[in-house]
């Protein structure tokens, strides 16, 4: 498996949108993740989000992603409608041994950030080759 596909921390979210009602928290970094070819993508919705702010690290097949969002209404200012979510956001990925997390690559166009994962050479299926021919026979002396 590629990547865990249960994520307690949503589960949480959706026993708190019931309990407190749906405006509780929005679902922050909302994510597509699936495989083309020798690759793994992920596709993360962060629109207005400072690409400087965000940070991604690798730990033990463990990837985190951390992205800030700032207010865009200067100090001071009376705020009217405020339905943006502001502040920090995180998101955690259990990667599989499959995926070669040293050659991630990351890009962020348009308000969604992209990584791409390859998938790890000793992962991918491989033809062995079947010697044959003359003298293939060995002779036990006995």
């Known amino acids: 498996m590629m990547l865990m596909r249960t994520d307690p921390f949503r589960e949480l979210d959706r026993l ?9 928290r929005p679902a922050a970094m909302p994510m597509d993740a699936y495989r083309s070819g ?9 629109p207005g989000i400072d690409p400087e ?6 730990e033990r097949n463990v990837l ?19 339905e943006r979510p502001t502040g920090t956001f995180t998101r955690q990925l259990f990667l599989g041994e499959t ?13 969604v950030l992209t990584l791409r994962i390859p998938v790890a050479e000793q992962a991918k299926p491989r033809r062995i080759q079947i010697s044959g ?10």
């Open 64 to 82: 985190n992603v951390r992205a800030e969002r700032r207010a865009v209404a200067p100090e001071g200012a009376e705020m009217l409608v405020a």
């Open 38 to 46: 020798d690759d793994f993508l992920v596709h993360f919705d962060l």
């Open 133 to 142: 021919g003359g003298g293939g026979r060995k002779q036990l002396n006995g």
């Open 99 to 111: 995926l070669d997390t040293e050659r991630i690559d990351a890009s962020y166009d348009s308000g």
């Open 16 to 24: 708190a949108q019931q309990v407190l009602g749906a405006n509780a």
């Open 53 to 58: 702010s965000i940070e991604l690290d690798v």
